[in-house]
């Protein structure tokens, strides 16, 4: 007697034997672009909150009025990539450190913001 060969379903292998080729890069692919969605909707957030504070809308709402900005950006500046340092000094005080590059048809520059907050103080600009 000859020894049989299965057929049907049982001759492929379960699902896994059968399919594993595409699904673990599939699998790896997925949790990768799922990482790459969440830092990057983490960044959009962060300088979304940052460029609706007070010091960065201050800043570039005069340095758009200074004589020196209209002359190289004919006030249509793009604003850049910000760098911030943001250093919270006690609960009632702030302080705010932030370079904000800003770019135009004739020319580029950078808005350097030093603010620090206190409590009942109000804002004030060093």
């Given amino acids: 007697m000859e020894p049989t060969t299965p057929t049907g379903p049982e001759a492929k292998g379960n699902w896994w034997t059968r399919n594993w080729k595409w699904f673990v890069p599939t699998g790896c692919l997925t949790i990768l672009a ?33 004589p020196a900005v209209i002359e190289a950006s004919v006030r249509r500046s793009r604003k850049d990539f910000l760098f911030l340092e943001i ?26 913001v030093k603010r620090r907050s206190r409590s009942g103080a109000g804002p004030t600009r060093i």
Avoid: C, Q, W
Wanted: no cysteine; glycine share 6%.
């Fill in 34 to 66: 799922l990482f790459l969605v969440f830092i990057a909707s983490i960044v959009i957030i962060v300088f979304g909150a940052i460029k609706s504070t007070d010091p960065y809308k201050d800043a570039l709402a005069r340095a758009e009025m200074h």
């Fill in 87 to 112: 250093r919270t000094l006690m609960a009632p005080a702030a302080e705010a450190n932030l370079a904000i590059p800003i770019s135009g048809p004739k020319g580029k520059g950078t808005i350097y």
